[in-house]
Every structure is written in structure tokens, then in C-alpha cells.
């Protein structure tokens, strides 16, 4: 289709600009990156994704000679839409990097939630709210605006995806530019305009088809909203009270690896082990078949396809694990990349990369991740890497970080909300009191084991236990009856940290991890268990409390999920923000939207596009 118009997108080189550019061009228009000052007073319609820090935002923008003509064109009030920091940047400074002036289009300070007096506690922490906030909240429209009238119905009952750990307030002063509020702990002002000029704290090329319809309303260009809205679109805006809250994300995880073929294929494991197994068949030529599969890496297909499946069917977020890149000693993987630009183009929620995430001789965890961002993933995930991260705070820095763990280096470029920590536990049965108080004396924390382990969790335990060190596993047979017997005994146990997919035991536990990653400035925390993963029998909820129960930023509890009854349990019984699932969506046992059903059924917010 012919280009409706050219769209300049200002691109300062940190974060995730080519989800807004894909959107853009999903509205049918055509951009073009700023790459000289001049060109910002050239711009028809220009577009501001701010990601990352606030400080670094002003920076760049100064170093690039964009801030003059920004101001400039801001001030002569051109068609201007900002995005997140973006919308931060418009006002005078933020708490996040204090005396550096911001654009100054708007009166006020934006502050960080937890330095607002007055917030009302998610209860969590009877002094802190969860930061970032992270998700899917509502919008109060407070006017009519252009933004809304390509959306149908009222905003009322929708919501945006909003990632970021400061906020700015209405006040007096700035009241003219407030268009829409949102709650999270206190109102925040969620979008501004002033004639032309308009920008969001959510992020509109992550909100699907609600945040393309908002993105075409700035597009269409006509100065006049009232003349362009529609009646519905116009009652979408004026002086609405959200009905809805922030709402527990559903995540589609997709575990991606080369199959033997050389080709990227999603693949899903049983306790991370991702081969096939025994296959009964009948007939002979069944069994010759049966043999070629077994050990085979299970394949459900093209990751692009899934995820786009995934999108339409109302996932929440789309997370891809590359689940063999720690074995590698380069960071190749031009395929990972080929595929998040071709997923970017179609999938309008937010897309994590995780897997390999780490320095590579010449090439830094922080370039790894920079590729990654540029290719169009909004966070990254470390997994092994933060292990060793933690396990060195704690033993060469005494606690205190210095500023030189990729962690702090990523979050600090691009934000913590775009520093996801995959946590891979796995349970450790104690026996005795003894190795109860051994456990302890190293600062684990131990857990009572409520639920039966089965004769196979036994049996793999055992293997895994005498395994770990990074062999391959002997095959079931050699597991001694002996050893599946002692696996079965305790009823005590510790969540030990591993690394490389699960094979190395490292001396940490989650709980030490995810507080140490917290300290390093991550912003998330995706939490799996190798015993509970490809079982089916539900989360680990004892696990996901604690974790959740330790820190105060988000927690995505994974693993184990079987059934919609599963979620609304790992919901109603812990304060996880998101629960994501591999298995149930790949076999198409579960609809993505039979479990946010249930989960709104149960009482609790949940987004239904
Ligand atoms: O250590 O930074 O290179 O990252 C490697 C990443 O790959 C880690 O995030 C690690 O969790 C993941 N990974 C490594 N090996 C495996 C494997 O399966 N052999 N996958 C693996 C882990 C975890 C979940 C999974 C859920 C839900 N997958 O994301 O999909 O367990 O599954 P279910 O709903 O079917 O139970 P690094």
C-alpha cells in the first residue's frame, strides 16, 4: 500500500527503536531516521522513543546537537509524539539524575515512586511499591483527544503497557498539559498534549492493537480534535474513571535452539531435558520410526510463527530463551537476531531475549545485549552470567557493587526495567538435621517439602545429582534403586542455583541470587524450576513466594504450569506479577485465553484484548 506520509523517528542510539518504527509502519507510514540536527526542523511528524535513563536521554540528545532544534520545534508547536522517556524528558529534570535539565516543555519534576509521599503500598512492603512498574494498566482519559479516535469503544476498560520507575505529577502548574492519569500506588500522569504536542508514559508500539490505534491518532495529523473525533472516540476521552487496574501478565515462552538439522526451531523440555524419549509404537516400521526420533530434539516449529500466534492470541509478552548459546564460544547467532526482526514486525507486546548473555572475548555482555535491543527486544535475560555475578559480590567484593557486572552496565544504558534475571533452581533434598544446619550455616534458606516427589522425579533426581558436573547423563537403568530411594526420603530442602541450562550447581540459592541481582540494578526476575519444568503439575509455589517474598522488584513465576487452575493458584497464593508457560501453549492443550478467563473468573486483573 502507498505510504500515507513520512514519519522522522529520533534515534539516540539507546534501546528498542525499532518497535516503534515496525508499529509506524504498521500504521501504514513510512519513517526515516534522524541522523543530522537539521533534520529534526525538516520533520512533518516526529516521533520520540525514549528508552533507557533519564540522564543518559539528555545526554545523548546533547552530544547529537538535537536538543536545540528539539526544543525549537517542540516550542513552535509541530506535530510532536513522545514515548516513555520521551514523555519524561518534556519536563524540567528527574529525580533520576538530579540538576540535569530536561527539555522543559513542561512545568514539574519527574520523581521516582518511591520518593512520592502519599502512595498507597501494594502490600508487599508496607513502605515500597514494586518498581518498575511493569504492565498492563488502565488509562483515565481526562479530555478529548485526537490519540483516541481510531480507538474503538472507551478506554475505560483497556489498558496500555506501561515499564518505567519514574513519574511525573500533575500540579497546578502543569495541569494544561494532563490528558490522561493513571494508579499505581498514587495517580501519575500517564499522557500529556498541549496542541501538537503529545507524548506517553505507556508504550504504544507495545500495546497492541489498542497502542496502534493510539499511534495512528497522532499520525492522522488534523490539528482540530474536535473535529476529528468521532462521538465514541470523543466520549473515550473526557474525564473517564479506569475501571481497571495493573494486571497480572500471561507470558508465552518460547525456548529456542539449532535442532540437529542446523535450523532454529522452538523446542520444549522435560526438567530441561529437551530430547525425546521412549515411544511405544505397534508395528515394526512404527518402532524403526520410534528409534530414529528418540533422542531427537523435540520440535514445535518456526519461533516467528509461534510468537506471532501467541501475539493474536493475547499473550501478554513473548519471551525467547536460546537455551544452547552458554555452550558456544562466540556470540554468532545472526539467526536470533534474524528472527526477533522478523517477529518485531508483526508482534506489538513486548519481546524478551534471553540466553548466551554474557561477554564473549572482544565483544561485552553489553554489546551482546545492544545487538539484541537493536533487533528489536525491549529486555534481555541473564542467566548463568548472574550466578557468577552474585557468587563474586558476595565473595571478592564484600557486598558491595562496583559498578563492573554487565548488570549494572546494561541496566544502567538501558534501563533495570530491560534487566530480566532467568533463575534456574533446583531443589536440594536434606536429610539430615546436620545438613539442614550445614545448608543454613551458608546462608541458605531451607524449605519444608509439602508435596510427594514421583518414582521418575526420584529417579531423575538421583541421575542429576551424581551428573551435574557437566557429562552427559547415564541413561535410567544405571540409576541404582538405592539412589532413587535416598532422593525419596527427605522432606527438607534448599533451591540451589545452576548455570548452563541447568548442568553446573554453583553455591548460591535463588534467594541469594535474586537479592544480589536486585542490588546489581536488575529489574525483573524470571523464575524457573527444574523440577517443576514440562511436569504439568502446577508452579513451584513455596519457591515462587519466597523469591517474591525477597525482593521488591517483579517476579514472573515459571515452570510447571498444566492447566488454567494452575495460574489462578500461582496468583492467588503469591503476589507474582506474570506467570509464563511453555509447554500447554506449544501442544495447544490451553488457550492463552481459557487461562486469562479462569484468572478473571478467580477475581483478578487480567488484560482480555
Ligand atoms: O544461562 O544466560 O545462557 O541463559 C540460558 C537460558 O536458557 C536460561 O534462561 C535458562 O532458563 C534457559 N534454558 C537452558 N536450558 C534449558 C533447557 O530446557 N534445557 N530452558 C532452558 C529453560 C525455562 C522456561 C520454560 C518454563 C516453562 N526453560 O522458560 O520454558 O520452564 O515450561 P513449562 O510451562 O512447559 O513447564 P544463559
Redesign the pocket.
Known amino acids: 500500500a502507498a505510504s500515507q506520509g513520512v514519519v522522522h523517528v529520533l534515534d539516540y542510539g539507546a534501546g528498542n527503536v525499532r518497535s516503534v518504527e515496525n508499529a509506524i509502519t504498521k500504521c501504514g507510514y513510512e519513517v526515516k531516521t534522524i541522523v543530522r540536527p537539521e533534520e529534526i526542523l525538516e520533520a512533518e511528524l516526529l516521533v520520540f522513543p525514549g528508552v533507557g535513563s533519564f540522564g543518559n536521554a539528555m545526554r545523548r540528545l546533547q552530544e547529537k546537537g538535537f536538543e536545540a532544534p528539539l526544543k525549537e520545534y517542540i516550542a513552535a508547536d509541530r506535530p510532536f509524539f513522545g514515548i516513555c522517556l520521551g514523555m519524561q524528558t518534556l519536563f524540567e529534570g528527574s529525580e533520576e539524575e538530579p540538576g540535569l535539565p530536561g527539555l522543559g516543555a513542561i512545568p514539574g519534576i519527574v520523581r521516582h515512586f518511591n520518593a512520592v509521599e502519599g502512595f498507597s503500598s501494594d502490600g508487599s512492603d508496607d513502605t515500597k511499591l514494586t518498581v518498575p512498574h511493569i504492565g498492563w494498566n488502565g488509562v483515565v482519559c481526562r479530555k478529548p483527544s485526537r490519540l483516541f479516535a481510531s480507538v474503538e469503544g472507551s478506554m475505560a476498560d483497556k489498558r496500555a503497557y506501561f515499564v518505567h520507575s519514574y513519574c511525573a505529577l500533575a500540579t497546578e502548574a502543569n495541569k494544561d498539559w494532563v490528558l490522561c492519569t493513571t494508579q499505581y500506588g498514587i495517580d501519575f500522569v500517564s499522557a500529556v498534549q498541549k496542541g501538537n504536542v503529545m507524548a506517553t508514559q505507556f508504550h504504544p508500539e507495545k500495546s497492541g492493537g489498542l497502542g496502534l490505534a493510539i499511534l495512528k491518532g497522532f499520525l492522522s495529523r488534523k490539528s482540530d480534535p474536535t473535529e476529528l473525533a468521532a462521538p465514541d472516540a470523543l466520549a473515550a476521552g473526557e474525564g473517564q474513571v479506569a475501571q481497571v487496574g495493573l494486571s497480572r501478565r500471561i507470558i508465552a515462552?518460547?525456548?529456542v535452539r539449532k535442532n540437529d538439522a542446523g535450523d532454529l526451531v522452538v523446542?520444549?523440555?522435560?526438567g530441561?531435558?529437551?530430547r525425546e524419549k521412549k515411544k511405544v509404537k505397534e508395528d515394526e516400521a512404527a518402532k524403526e520410526e520410534a528409534k530414529a526420533e528418540k533422542g531427537a530434539v523435540r520440535n514445535f516449529g518456526k519461533p516467528a510463527e509461534l510468537a506471532k500466534r501467541y501475539y493474536e492470541d493475547g499473550a501478554d509478552e513473548v519471551?525467547f530463551?536460546?537455551?544452547?548459546?552458554?555452550r558456544e564460544d562466540t556470540m554468532e547467532a545472526e539467526t536470533m537476531h534474524e528472527m526477533l526482526r522478523a517477529v518485531s514486525q508483526n508482534v506489538f507486546v513486548p519481546l524478551t531475549i534471553?540466553?548466551?548473555?554474557?561477554d564473549y572475548g572482544d565483544r561485552t555482555a553489553l554489546e551482546v545485549a545492544a545487538k539484541y535491543f537493536r533487533s528489536g527486544a525491549d529486555k534481555v535475560?541473564?542467566?548463568?552470567?548472574?550466578?557468577e555475578a552474585v557468587i563474586r559480590l558476595r565473595d571478592e567484593l564484600g557486598g558491595k557493587p562496583d559498578g563492573s557486572t554487565a548488570i549494572e552496565k546494561i541496566s544502567t544504558v538501558y534501563g533495570n526495567q530491560a534487566v530480566v534475571i532467568?533463575?534456574?533452581p533446583r531443589r536440594i533434598y536434606l536429610e539430615t538435621d546436620d545438613e539442614v544446619a550445614e545448608a543454613e550455616a551458608k546462608g541458605y534458606k531451607v524449605f519444608e517439602v509439602v508435596d510427594d516427589r514421583a518414582a521418575a522425579d526420584r529417579a531423575a533426581y538421583a541421575r542429576w545429582l551424581r551428573t551435574s558436573v557437566g557429562e552427559e547423563p547415564p541413561a535410567e537403568s544405571e540409576v541404582s534403586q538405592d539412589e532413587a530411594d535416598a532422593a525419596s526420603r527427605p522432606s527438607r530442602c534448599w533451591f540451589q542455583c545452576t548455570?548452563?541450562?541447568?548442568r553446573k550447581r554453583r553455591p548460591l540459592d535463588a534467594i541469594q541470587l535474586v537479592q544480589g541481582v536486585e542490588k546489581l540494578g536488575a529489574g525483573e526476575i524470571?523464575l524457573?524450576?527444574i523440577d517443576?519444568?514440562?511436569?504439568?503439575s502446577g508452579f513451584d509455589i513455596a519457591l515462587v513466594d519466597a523469591v517474591r517474598s525477597a525482593v521488591g522488584i517483579p517476579v514472573i513465576a515459571?515452570?510447571?504450569?498444566?492447566a488454567p487452575e494452575h495460574f489462578v493458584e500461582v496468583f492467588s497464593k503469591t503476589k507474582a506479577e506474570a506467570a509464563?508457560?511453555?509447554?500447554?501453549?506449544?501442544r495447544e492443550e490451553v488457550e492463552i485465553d481459557a487461562v486469562k478467563a479462569a484468572v478473571d473468573d478467580a477475581g483478578l486483573p487480567v488484560r482480555r484484548s
Open positions: 515462552c518460547l525456548d523446542t520444549k523440555g522435560d530441561y531435558d529437551v519471551t530463551l536460546n537455551i544452547t548459546q552458554f534471553g540466553g548466551g548473555i554474557r535475560s541473564l542467566g548463568s552470567y548472574a550466578v532467568s533463575v534456574d548455570v548452563a541450562g541447568g524470571l524457573n524450576s517443576k519444568d514440562g511436569k504439568n515459571s515452570s510447571g504450569a498444566g509464563l508457560a511453555a509447554g500447554i501453549f506449544h
